[in-house]
């Protein structure tokens, strides 16, 4: 029977299972696949191109797929046909070398993959007490991402090996295993929109318009859109750039197990971490923090620093993500929170994904010299970070005039004119 209160009827650690998958296909694409496209002779620039592709994907998947999942199915099924799909286009990677082909596919492996993970957050939050616990079931996800990363970085230098191309093996079996698990959770049989109102459905853009109405959620996915441009930039370049000064194909996934390490503490202690201080200062914490991530690396281009500066990603990402996360469930009525997160996804990950390694492209295509100092683009991912900071404060003046309300880093919040009588109108929520 299906639950008023959320999709699922399981247990909520089973819900552990769908993050395990995903991000562990996660963990063999970002750093690996910048290494496989070098491994069959692209060019820095067409890697640039082909990390821009799932951003171009993404205007057309992400929403579509959110549609579907809150309309017309459910999120269960939709993750199904997706992993399925993802693994038959994961198989046919190590086939075709071209750039034109590895354009396609990675066309394909967007369209298919990106959309999974804001519905596997909201399928989560959709779960009684899915907030509370959404920090300790991400984490299985990083778990599984540090585990899939080392293993595939390991396994292609051993001598005699597969090589890189291990990835594409592995990549089918995490896709398999989704499917799998889809068929344990058990959801509603149509969306939550066509259930609650049986002879009427939402149209597509009545959806987004729905999501947009709300000027929160306009100025945040502004903020956010500045905010991710860095990380894109880095996401393209970090391993070449440590292949560049000697490291190995295990050097250069390191660095995103580090990452994913640092963060862990963020996700265990995500409950009670938003329960004393409050989503927005996390989001400023996040963009402080970035300026200083980026600014490290591009100061000392070594391979000990982008280790050390990985270490920042507790907060650029970790506190960022939780942040995020959870704002847009908020702010996000309860019968479109699939289509919130991948509206969310959609500017993060497709247009801040795609412009990033777009301008990287056309740089490294019309400045001599480039190819070989990618570890310029981090002075330009500093500036654009340092870029986002004031935005923060068009997201906290929003989220004022919208609830009525100013609240401190910690603590209860206090009413408006209140604040006013005082003089002090300081650290919003």
């Known amino acids: 029977m299906h639950d008023p209160q959320g999709e699922l009827t399981n247990p909520l650690w089973l819900l552990t299972l769908p993050q395990i998958w995903v991000f562990a296909a996660v963990a063999l694409y970002f750093p690996v696949f910048p290494l496989f496209f070098r491994e069959v002779g692209m060019s820095d620039g067409q890697i640039a191109v082909l990390f821009a592709v799932p951003g171009m994907i993404g205007f057309l998947a992400l929403q579509s797929w959110g549609y579907v999942a809150d309309v017309l199915l459910n999120r269960k099924w939709v993750l199904l046909v997706m992993s399925l799909l993802a693994a038959g286009v994961a198989a046919l990677f190590p086939y075709f070398t071209s750039f034109w082909a590895l354009f396609f596919l990675s066309a394909l492996r967007a369209f298919f993959s990106d959309a999974r993970i804001p519905m596997v957050q909201s399928l989560t939050l959709a779960n009684r007490g899915g907030e509370k616990h959404f920090g300790p079931i991400r984490l299985f996800g990083t778990f599984s991402f540090i585990g899939l990363a080392w293993l595939v970085g390991w396994w292609a230098d051993r001598p005699g090996g597969p090589g890189i191309f291990i990835t594409f093996p592995?990549?089918?079996?995490?896709?398999?295993?989704?499917?799998?698990?889809?068929?344990?959770?058990?959801?509603?049989?149509?969306?939550?929109?066509?259930?609650?109102?049986?002879?009427?459905?939402?149209?597509?853009?009545?959806?987004?318009?729905?999501?947009?109405?709300?000027?929160?959620?306009?100025?945040?996915?502004?903020?956010?859109?500045?905010?991710?441009?860095?990380?894109?930039?880095?996401?393209?370049?970090?391993?070449?750039?440590?292949?560049?000064?000697?490291?190995?194909?295990?050097?250069?996934?390191?660095?995103?197990?580090?990452?994913?390490?640092?963060?862990?503490?963020?996700?265990?202690?995500?409950?009670?971490?938003?329960?004393?201080?409050?989503?927005?200062?996390?989001?400023?914490?996040?963009?402080?923090?970035?300026?200083?991530?980026?600014?490290?690396?591009?100061?000392?281009?070594?391979?000990?620093?982008?280790?050390?500066?990985?270490?920042f990603h507790a907060l650029t990402f970790g506190i960022m993500y939780l942040g995020a996360v959870m704002l847009m469930n908020r702010e996000i009525p309860k019968a479109y929170r699939s289509s919130g997160q991948t509206l969310m996804t959609l500017v993060y990950s497709s247009m801040a994904g795609m412009l990033g390694p777009l301008t990287s492209a056309v740089a490294f295509r019309f400045i001599p010299g480039e190819e070989n100092d990618v570890h310029l683009w981090y002075w330009v991912a500093a500036a654009i970070a340092a870029c986002s900071i004031p935005l923060w404060f068009l997201v906290a003046r929003a989220y004022r005039e919208r609830h009525g309300t100013v609240r401190f880093w910690i603590g209860e919040p206090v009413s408006v004119s209140g604040i006013w009588r005082r003089g002090s109108s300081r650290s919003l929520q």
């Open 170 to 311: 592995l990549l089918i079996v995490m896709n398999l295993a989704m499917v799998v698990t889809m068929f344990f959770v058990k959801g509603a049989p149509r969306g939550h929109v066509h259930q609650q109102h049986e002879m009427t459905r939402p149209g597509f853009w009545h959806v987004q318009r729905t999501l947009l109405a709300n000027p929160v959620v306009r100025t945040f996915l502004l903020f956010l859109f500045v905010y991710q441009l860095p990380h894109n930039i880095s996401h393209g370049f970090q391993s070449v750039l440590i292949q560049d000064l000697g490291g190995d194909n295990s050097a250069a996934i390191w660095p995103v197990n580090i990452a994913a390490i640092a963060e862990i503490p963020v996700f265990i202690f995500a409950a009670g971490l938003l329960k004393k201080v409050r989503i927005v200062p996390l989001l400023l914490v996040g963009a402080i923090a970035q300026v200083l991530r980026w600014s490290l690396v591009a100061a000392v281009p070594s391979i000990p620093v982008i280790y050390a500066s990985n270490l």
